[in-house]
């Protein structure tokens, strides 16, 4: 499925809410305290559907981490992000690979041609043992 099955953050829509981060996180805690189904506030609320997995963990460093997808025809599952706020996979791949460098992790660097390559990768269909874009 090419994922690491894990949660990150991108902050792809987190900047619609920065300024109300202290009151969102506030609300989500309270409404876990009092006991109330989360997931339909969380569905219903699309502020508060920004803080991602901390609506379950309640720890500060998943404020606005989503699980990772797998890869598995991603060119036919546009658009991308958890919130559909990437209409191209070439897009994706750009705010990818500057986003990771921007964070401090280990920066992926790919030259504008590597770009297209790995996007031109995403494309290609599947072979007929099924094992093709993986």
Not at 12 to 23: D, E
Not at 72 to 93: F, K, Q, W
């Amino acid at each position: 499925m090419l994922t690491d099955d894990l949660f990150h953050s991108l902050a792809v829509g987190l900047g619609k809410v920065l300024r109300k981060l202290p009151q969102l996180t506030a609300r989500l805690v309270a409404l876990r305290r009092d006991g109330r189904a989360l997931g339909r506030e969380v569905l219903m609320d699309a502020e508060l559907a920004e803080l991602g997995r901390f609506a379950v963990t309640v720890d500060p460093h998943d404020v606005g981490a989503f699980k990772t997808p797998g890869l598995r025809n991603v060119a036919l599952t546009a658009p991308y992000m958890h919130d559909g706020s990437v209409a191209t996979l070439r897009e994706a791949v750009d705010l990818e690979v500057y986003d990771r460098g921007d964070r401090g992790d280990r920066p992926v660097i790919l030259t504008p041609v590597e770009r297209e390559e790995l996007v031109a990768f995403r494309r290609s269909p599947a072979t007929p043992t099924g094992r093709g874009a993986e």
